[in-house]
């Protein structure tokens, strides 16, 4: 007040009081810095991702190419390459070896797939309900799974075993003759599956339970309301639900019947290089082992790898139709 008064005797203005100072500016960074912190959230990413592709790059892709090369050679072990350009998938295709792997495949493949899925079905189906113990029972039927393969084929080879096995002598229990699982094609067939059936099971029992615990329970309760059992509701609520991995499961074990190699090489002892005496449970992935490692023909063993490799695609590209037709009729 007295600054005022004596302001306005002396006839000048009174002094504005002080504000908040106008913020700086702050000094631009160096064109170096801003550079390099670009360059850093542009190429952090592909670097992070870089170790995979590498690794890909080494043991998945140049493999599959070096392989491809190969099979337009003859290439024998411990020589050298001589260019042959499709003659190594003519002799395939007149081989009768090759077509016997092939239908080999085939039979293995279904007669293990398709009594495996069905069987991993009913198990999803009974531990879906809430029983006592039930994490128990899904940790013993995933233990067919953790099991080595070797393991589990020496064991099953003793039980199907001609003279000895158990399974012969449950057999005998019913007045039924034995059975050579050896050197019989369709025994020893049926025993592989049933190797690749017990083994796989469980996991594919897992793999549909968690589908079905994701099924709304509203489908469920609407379902009895309408007075539908629980067979009905497994029918006509449950398998349309989890049909999307039905799918997947089916495509995933055929792709795995295509590659069986271990169960038969196993199952035969000595002869499992050959598929048995007869080459009756021969598979194409024991073909290419004894093409490439027994008689040394790396280049028709690369063709068979390729023929194995097409055929996955064939199967991928039938499943990949299969579900564009499937979301086009639920949504029709």
């Known amino acids: 007040m007295a600054t005022s008064v004596r302001a306005a005797a002396d006839g000048s203005q009174p002094s504005a009081p002080p504000g908040p100072r106008p913020p700086q500016r702050r000094k631009a960074g160096s064109p170096w810095r801003s550079r390099l912190y670009r360059l850093d959230m542009k190429a952090t990413p592909y670097a992070y991702i870089a170790p995979f592709f590498l690794t890909f790059a080494a043991f998945g892709l140049f493999p599959l190419i070096y392989t491809g090369w190969l099979s337009l050679h003859r290439v024998e072990l411990g020589g050298s390459a001589e260019w042959r350009g499709l003659e190594n998938y003519t002799g395939l295709w007149d081989s009768s070896f090759f077509w016997n792997a092939l239908a080999n495949t085939f039979t293995i493949g279904v007669i293990s797939t398709v009594p495996q899925l069905m069987m991993a079905l009913g198990l999803a189906h009974l531990l879906n309900y809430k029983l006592r113990g039930r994490g128990f029972y899904r940790v013993a039927i995933l233990a067919p799974y953790a099991t080595s393969i070797a393991a589990a084929t020496l064991v099953f080879a003793q039980l199907f075993n001609t003279d000895y096995g158990m399974i012969n002598g449950l057999l005998g229990v019913f007045g039924v003759d034995p059975v050579n699982w050896d050197t019989d094609k369709w025994p020893a067939q049926i025993a592989i599956s049933v190797i690749v059936t017990w083994r796989w099971t ?46 997947f499961t089916i495509v995933v074990s055929t792709i795995g019947a295509t590659q069986l190699f271990g169960e038969p090489m196993l199952f035969g002892g000595s002869l499992g290089i050959g598929g048995g005496s007869s080459n009756q449970y021969q598979t194409l992935s024991l073909l290419m082992y004894e093409n490439g490692w027994v008689t040394g023909s790396l280049g028709q063993a690369s063709a068979i790898a390729w023929v194995m490799l097409l055929l996955l695609l064939f199967i991928g590209a039938v499943q990949a139709l299969f579900a564009r037709w499937n979301r086009k009729k639920l949504g029709a």
């Not at 996991?203 to 309301?225: G, K, T």
């Open 202 to 247: 469980g996991y594919n029992a897992l793999i549909y339970l968690a589908a079905m615990q994701a099924v709304p329970n509203d489908l469920y309760e609407a379902a009895a309301l309408d007075g539908a059992s629980r067979w009905r509701q497994f029918i006509s609520v449950t398998i349309p639900s989890i049909r999307p991995t039905i799918l």
